[in-house]
């Protein structure tokens, strides 16, 4: 490197004399801070969203979870201890016992519940203290103390958890694209985090993901022309986009003109409250909608799905997962993941939480607006003392039913 | 796994329809964040407890632990420095150099003192800066710098700092079961933290371990019905258990009928400020307390443990460190940390600092409400500007005397 | 270990009776919690030193680090991305995309300029929005949107940018002493840091190291008797030493009688903002400085150093590099950092920001004084609305010029 190259010499000439003629425009300096949608994005107890989110029921892990091994899980902020009393009765309970706070996850199963392993107090699923062996008689006193606990179900080989007010309790819903099965099919449950394109665990806010649903174009860019194509080739195609809001969803629908002169309609949903009905990008057999997926916040900075779907073979669903340059996510190298970005990278580098005063909405994330929309109606439903839309209290009610799907068009 | 099991579908039926029947109680939804007692529990300079243990003296290490190579040491949340000059004296030392801040941790040990690497100023045990080669004549104005320090003694193996009020600086107290030995016992020290059941640093608040103290019925719990018999049959037996509070202690008094007919009658103390007078689970000979221990609050979130006990075998005091499932602690898996809990896993599973609102003490936490109560005392002691209880001024005063011990009745 | 050593029993005898004789003095009790000048130190956007320092150029990285791979550079406590348009133009922007956030380090660097991976949009190296793919017509709207970027050149083999107004945004300067190179010189740029004796990133606030600038005496205790001599005996020689302050920087004026009778004459200078001119303490030839250096704060806990020098052959700069006892910093234990520490190691101790409040300076310390109070001119400079010294609006002004040497006089 030598002091004076002939292009460094040229751009100091040219550089303008004395009064410079232009002042730079738009640059970095003097920009505000980058704030975010508190409203939005954070989950914990009491904040608005928190509150929405605790209306509805969520997965919180695979039946198999529950054992007779203590289990810690996170879910909306709220560290929680899952297990399966040797009963069969699955429970999730709060971590610190009642008494004086050592975790259950050191506990021991019994048949009637978990019990503490600092002085032995046994809790059952609904938080019941059973017995309190340090104490004369058993504990003449323990019909007093209860260990905070939420209700569990189980079903579609997810155990399924409601954090919110007891007197608001719904239904769990059923669906029909799970419940109708067509010949040869069975149901398979995942929990590998299909469609978050990486880790198990997704260090960003739930939002981030759950706004991606709506969002079909990235599909051509991120999918397609940056890491090669994903999917398959129909799905390389710019799409002519329009949007709906339904009762509980925003839907999207695609509409991609074929080489062949055919056109591949697709819809597909986000529904209320962090529902992923997304038809196989992969088009292996057209029709209604294939699997659910579920968007579970950890908490306001990390996120996890789980999914349901109908399968011709068990491991169907766990081998949909992702491939870039062969590899599987974990498999790659810094180097393979800033090639080929996935949407974990474009998601997770919007920041742990996006930074929504900076962003610039354009005609082609109409379906964000509307979705935002959607979600604003439901934190005023909540604030108001109503019921968010989405949950039912019928346990008659049929199944829910959505039109996603992928269609070929003549 | 399919759709729909027998099980799911039983349960889906035995939902009560359209208004429930039953509201959950219970649950954890809405419940107040917790909250832990920092006037009991905080340690660091100026708050309530802090300036309560500055009041006494506290092992910051072994006698070996000073040498010329300077050490670096936590206490009360203080970050310091230990050495000893080369004249044998030890020293205990403010960190950052009077000067420009640079850590002593880099500095030389020379005869009179340690030595700044940065520009040299030296500085005595005392923190008088005896040179400063820099400046002229070897520093003029030297006499006005002081280097902060705090006063070191060393006892039983160990090194003592006061760190409060010099004009409240107590004797450093000795005890009669570490000055009287019987035939063929030597004395030893241990630093590390037996007792605590796990590392040598343990992350979790000081009172969390100095409460367990005053808890003897853990001992059939935890360290039997749980992880199996640690120390002996005899201390499997639910003991009858009353409490006192002495004048700088409260004992636990309990009391095991055995097999044999006899009673084993046991007595612990849990002494200000942070003493363990504990004797032998292990029963290995019945009399008086063997061995005295001081949890030592590294700071609001973790503490150790200093030993020091009559023995009959150099090396004996470490061979006491409890193995689980036959395992020292940090050779165990997590999964077996989780099948064997010990003392560290049901203490720093409380939290790094236990929430005590979420508390619910019963007839045999007594001891628990007596401890704290004794604390509180002290605290009204110092804040109304008096000596809290178990200092003492008088150099001629004879050792501390305990109750303590395990012994035999019939 | 016995109970009764005789040294203790004389240290205990030796205890003053009942009432202490003397109170102890200087304790660490009670010291006020230390703090730091934050106007000094601190330097994120919009604060008094940020802003300051946003007056000048900085060197942000070496030519090459500008490739069409999209690399991250933290400076000022602001993230950026660093890149090179497939036409040779260095680009620096803002990392978030302004459309939804997704980082640029993701993006496809093309012929004009970089491309999000999420959705496409192109921007160039001035951040002006060239194409929004998945909007009707390539984005009839993009002229609105800018994606926030720096100015960069391209000098000396580094690349520098201005972060500040635009409207103040004064020539890049050039330096005699890199653009006249004596026979057989050439000129080399480096970024490892020389000059800091430890690691590329050094955790501690730029700060501390711009003040060892002006402290000449640590080179006789820090780099001689603590850890051998580092450079040459004549540097062990302790100085007689003057500053004064010129026109942009603090200038270290040093005399060192040698043996052979001649005086070594060694100036040195601390130039606004950031600048070492710091001629060799090898002493490999006399006269006019051959390096400059340019420390650059990454964010208020840490910086780097990028240096460009007059060289006789390719790779001289870097074998400069400081070993301790043989090795290169990162070759050595924990141990030999303590037994032979360099400048970082006596910076990083004084603080992730040094503890301002608790230093006691000396007449040793006299540049350190002047160096500041030329800072707290700029700042007030700043914050009257005036340019601060040493930046310069005329591009045919002439090159910066020294005096820094070191000279052998008889």
């Known amino acids: 490197m030598t002091a004076n190259t002939a292009a460094e010499t040229a751009s100091q000439t040219a550089t303008p004399r004395v009064i410079p003629i232009a002042v730079d425009t738009g640059t970095a300096y003097g920009r505000p801070a980058p704030t975010h949608r508190a409203d939005l994005t954070e989950v914990g107890p009491g904040s608005p969203m928190g509150e929405l989110l605790r209306r509805y029921w969520h997965p919180i892990g695979m039946v198999a979870d529950a054992t007779d091994t203590p289990r810690k899980v996170r879910v909306l902020g709220e560290d929680l201890i899952l297990f399966r009393d040797q009963s069969g009765r699955p429970g999730l309970v709060y971590p610190h016992c009642a008494h004086r706070g050592t975790s259950l996850y050191y506990g021991k199963v019994e048949a009637t519940g978990i019990r503490c392993c600092y002085h032995g107090w046994l809790f059952d699923v609904q938080g019941h203290c059973l017995d309190q062996p340090c104490e004369p008689g058993g504990g003449k006193a323990r019909d007093k103390v209860r260990q905070p606990w939420y ?6 080989g997810l155990i399924w958890a409601y954090m919110g007010p007891p007197e608001r309790k719904p239904v769990l819903p059923r669906y029909e694209c799970l419940d109708v099965l067509d010949e040869g099919e ?3 449950a995942d929990d590998s985090s299909i469609g978050g394109g ?28 940056f890491s090669g194509t994903q999917f398959v080739d129909q799905m390389a195609v710019m799409p002519q986009v329009t949007w709906d809001t339904q009762e509980h969803s925003v839907r999207t629908i695609s509409d991609r003109k074929l080489p062949d002169g055919k056109t591949l309609h697709r819809i597909s949903e986000a529904g209320l409250p962090t529902l992923r009905v997304i038809p196989s990008p992969r088009l292996g057999r057209f029709g209604r909608v294939e699997s659910l997926g579920w968007v579970l916040p950890i908490d306001d900075h990390s996120f996890r799905i789980y999914v349901v779907g109908r399968v011709r073979e068990a491991g ?24 080929y970005p996935n949407d974990v990278e474009a998601m997770v580098s919007q920041g742990v939480i996006a930074r929504h005063s900076d962003e610039h909405l354009a005609t082609s994330d109409r379906g964000i607006v509307m979705l935002r929309r959607l979600l604003l109606q439901q934190l005023d439903l909540v604030r108001e003392g109503k019921d968010p839309q989405g949950v039912s209290f019928d346990p008659d009610a049929p199944p829910v039913h959505f039109t996603a799907g992928n269609f070929l068009v003549d």
Chains 1, 2, 3 share one sequence.
């Open 151 to 156: 209700p569990v179900q189980e079903l579609y």
């Open 316 to 339: 169907e669903l766990r081998r949909m997962r992702t491939r870039m340059n062969g590899k599987l996510w974990e498999e790659m190298t810094e180097a393979e993941h800033q090639k």
């Open 186 to 188: 069975l149901l398979e």
């Open 198 to 225: 990486g880790p198990q665990i997704i260090p960003c806010n739930w939002l981030q993901h759950y706004e991606n649903l709506v969002d079909p174009f990235h599909v051509v860019i991120l999918h397609t022309q």
